[in-house]
């Protein structure tokens, strides 16, 4: 009769209930409920949902420590009294989030024993603010309220380029609409009443193509000219002089200003990906010493820093993970982190080596849904299942989930709410846990569906990939003809393009130890539009009663639209090509396709998003509007 999510520990609930509530009389541990004053919490305040106005029963509330994991709890509900027992103050909040969801399911209380402790201590989100869209104040709050009901509670807003307004640097970023210090103030202190640890998170290294774009900044970087990826692409400077004590000063510089606004212990400078490393104006400093050498000095620098700041320093650890033997020279300080993001990959081989250096770190699977419009629903949740069970198995701090926005953000945060959902599930109960405890909470918490049947449409829509029958990872066929990673201006181009991606996606199977798959695509695009057909007929009938339920499902009819319009394009450009009338008539239709698409998406941003970003984001859909429109006049066509 009850689902409690995520599943307990041990649950034993009755059909016996208490009479309605009129009032709780609290008999409160004072250590306790100190605790939750500092953080800024009131469980008696947050207990009044509890009353009933027909309410004839005042019912003793006993709170009370006890030797229990600092975030578990133990609450009995019996014929007149109920007690909680817990172990800090957030094992008092996770107690009372369970008692008033069980309270949501029945008129009345039922009688019951239920036991409960995480399963894993570090349950975390990493949320992309750097890569064009930045959240409004107001979805930053409800999403801190849907993580906290998740039992996430360490979350970060990853930063890169001008998200954050640096008082140094305003002049160079006009038209962004960043997160001041006071609205990082005001989050933080939200956070913490939720028992969250919102955690600041800086490049200090790679990454900083936003800024080593700017004449100023420039002469900081490793390769001023840019440089050649994988000898695939050209891309312009992304990675600082990790020598020039200009470089650290600028770094250092950013970093006085945010943590001003921060009360968390912990500081991620990411550290990762730093490409031309070594490979530019420290060539000769590599050759001499190694560029392992020249990162780990770099890395000593940044953590000295950290210390005297009081900050313990997060970094990504692939850099030194492609070099075990560098793996202890890193200060033992440290918090690791471990990124895969394909589910047919594993964290073990990994896992393993970190825990066999004694440092502490967490695995980071991915949401799946970047570079993939509305996500990667079966890779997503084998990979955050993988994930949970190697921290588990090889004493990891636990796992931070990852929601990044390459190639322009173009994908809703509502198309990651089932992975938030899961990564919230696993991490708290076990990767053992069952899905549809998960699948419950979405349905009568976040979408508040009468149907139950939202959490598996919005899974389903994420699985369009299936119908792609691409050897391709980190992305989805879709998402990748439509996206800046190879911009074409011609068919030829694009022919060129699809090769490349191909090469890319076998690199990063090969990086990760998948087994190779034929470097061939076979769109199944019939199947994909009947696949759609039914997922938005699923749509229809959604009754989403939450504050957002309109706008979900309009996000994902217009994550459908990008599908279709990627899809279209590429049969377009490999299947219709050779008749022009064919051909034609198809660049006609995508033309205003995207264009439609493109003003409905605009409303969807605006109604979440801030406006500085938007304009980045849709860059390389305003440039294939004009491939379409070049295309069309090859083809004498008159009609644009």
């Known amino acids: 009769m009850y689902t409690i999510y995520p599943k307990p520990l041990k649950a034993s609930i009755s059909s016996e209930t208490l009479p309605p509530l009129s009032q709780l009389v609290l008999e409160s541990d004072p250590?306790?409920?100190?605790?939750?004053?500092?953080?800024?919490?009131?469980?008696?305040?947050?207990?009044?949902?509890?009353?009933?106005?027909?309410?004839?029963?005042?019912?003793?509330?006993?709170?009370?420590?006890?030797?229990?994991?600092?975030?578990?709890?133990?609450?009995?509900?019996?014929?007149?009294?109920?007690?909680?027992?817990?172990?800090?103050?957030?094992?008092?909040?996770?107690?009372?989030?369970?008692?008033?969801?069980?309270?949501?399911?029945?008129?009345?209380?039922?009688?019951?024993?239920?036991?409960?402790?995480?399963?894993?201590?570090?349950?975390?989100?990493?949320?992309?603010?750097?890569?064009?869209?930045?959240?409004?104040?107001?979805?930053?709050?409800?999403l801190l309220d849907k993580f906290a009901l998740m039992r996430i509670n360490h979350v970060?807003?990853?930063?890169?380029?001008?998200?954050?307004?640096?008082?140094?640097?305003?002049?160079?970023?006009?038209?962004?609409?960043?997160?001041?210090?006071?609205?990082?103030?005001?989050?933080?202190?939200?956070?913490?009443?939720?028992?969250?640890?919102?955690?600041?998170?800086?490049?200090?290294?790679?990454?900083?193509?936003?800024?080593?774009?700017?004449?100023?900044?420039?002469?900081?970087?490793?390769?001023?000219?840019?440089?050649?990826?994988?000898?695939?692409?050209?891309r312009p400077p992304m990675t600082l002089d990790a020598r020039d004590p200009k470089s650290f000063a600028f770094v250092t510089d950013m970093l006085d200003d945010l943590l001003e606004n921060f009360s968390s212990s912990l500081l991620n400078v990411n550290m990762d990906e730093p490409f031309e490393l070594g490979k530019g104006k420290n060539q000769a400093e590599a050759e001499k010493k190694g560029t392992s050498r020249l990162y780990l000095d770099y890395v000593q620098k940044i953590n000295d820093y950290c210390r005297k700041k009081g900050k313990r320093m997060m970094m990504w650890g692939d850099q030194v993970l492609e070099n075990p033997d560098s793996v202890s020279a890193l200060p033992k300080d440290i918090i690791l982190l471990d990124w895969?993001?394909?589910?047919?990959?594993?964290?073990?081989?990994?896992?393993?080596?970190?825990?066999?250096?004694?440092?502490?770190?967490?695995?980071?699977?991915?949401?799946?849904?970047?570079?993939?419009?509305?996500?990667?629903?079966?890779?997503?949740?084998?990979?955050?299942?993988?994930?949970?069970?190697?921290?588990?198995?090889?004493?990891?701090?636990?796992?931070?989930?990852?929601?990044?926005?390459?190639?322009?953000?173009?994908?809703?945060?509502?198309?990651?709410?089932?992975?938030?959902?899961?990564?919230?599930?696993?991490?708290?109960?076990?990767?053992?846990?069952?899905?549809?405890?998960?699948?419950?909470?979405c349905n009568r918490v976040i979408y508040q569906d009468s149907s139950d049947s939202a959490y598996d449409t919005v899974y389903a829509l994420g699985n369009y990939y299936h119908y792609e029958h691409a050897p391709l990872y980190n992305t989805t066929l879709c998402f990748a003809v439509m996206s800046s990673k190879y911009t074409f201006d011609s068919l030829k181009e694009f022919d060129e393009k699809i090769q490349r991606l191909l090469i890319l996606s076998a690199n990063i199977a090969r990086t990760n130890h998948i087994p190779p798959q034929k470097p061939e695509i076979h769109l199944d695009y019939e199947g994909l539009q009947s696949y759609l057909d039914d997922i938005e007929d699923r749509i229809s009938s959604l009754d989403l009663y939450c504050d957002d339920g309109d706008l979900i499902k309009e996000e994902m009819r217009n994550g459908i639209r990008m599908i279709r319009h990627g899809a279209l394009l590429y049969h377009t450009l490999t299947e219709d090509r050779e008749n022009k009338g064919l051909l034609k008539k198809d660049l006609e239709s995508l033309y205003c396709q995207l264009d439609g698409l493109l003003k409905i998406h605009h409303g969807l941003w605006m109604s979440r998003n801030r406006t500085g970003g938007f304009s980045k984001s849709i860059s390389h859909m305003l440039h294939l509007l004009k491939f379409y429109q070049t295309q069309l006049k090859e083809l004498g066509s008159t009609d644009l």
């Open 31 to 142: 250590s306790l409920l100190n605790a939750c004053k500092e953080h800024g919490y009131s469980p008696e305040e947050d207990l009044k949902s509890l009353y009933q106005q027909d309410g004839t029963f005042k019912c003793r509330f006993q709170i009370r420590q006890a030797p229990l994991h600092p975030e578990g709890y133990h609450l009995t509900i019996d014929s007149d009294h109920i007690l909680l027992l817990a172990g800090g103050g957030a094992g008092l909040f996770y107690g009372i989030q369970t008692l008033k969801q069980i309270a949501s399911q029945s008129a009345r209380l039922p009688l019951c024993d239920i036991e409960d402790r995480p399963a894993l201590n570090i349950r975390g989100v990493i949320l992309d603010i750097g890569r064009n869209k930045i959240p409004t104040m107001e979805t930053l709050y409800s």
């Open 156 to 234: 970060e807003l990853y930063m890169e380029g001008y998200c954050y307004a640096y008082r140094n640097y305003p002049y160079l970023f006009t038209d962004d609409t960043p997160i001041t210090g006071e609205e990082f103030k005001t989050l933080d202190t939200y956070a913490k009443s939720l028992f969250i640890d919102l955690v600041p998170n800086q490049n200090v290294l790679g990454h900083m193509d936003q800024w080593l774009a700017k004449p100023q900044l420039n002469p900081l970087a490793e390769c001023e000219d840019g440089f050649i990826f994988e000898n695939l692409y050209w």
């Open 340 to 441: 895969i993001y394909e589910g047919d990959a594993h964290f073990e081989t990994h896992a393993r080596l970190m825990q066999s250096t004694g440092l502490d770190y967490c695995l980071c699977p991915g949401t799946s849904s970047w570079g993939a419009i509305t996500g990667r629903s079966d890779n997503m949740k084998k990979n955050i299942k993988d994930a949970v069970d190697c921290s588990a198995r090889f004493g990891g701090k636990g796992i931070i989930i990852t929601d990044w926005g390459d190639l322009g953000h173009w994908q809703y945060i509502s198309s990651s709410y089932p992975a938030f959902a899961l990564a919230g599930l696993y991490s708290w109960s076990g990767a053992d846990a069952p899905e549809d405890c998960a699948a419950w909470f």
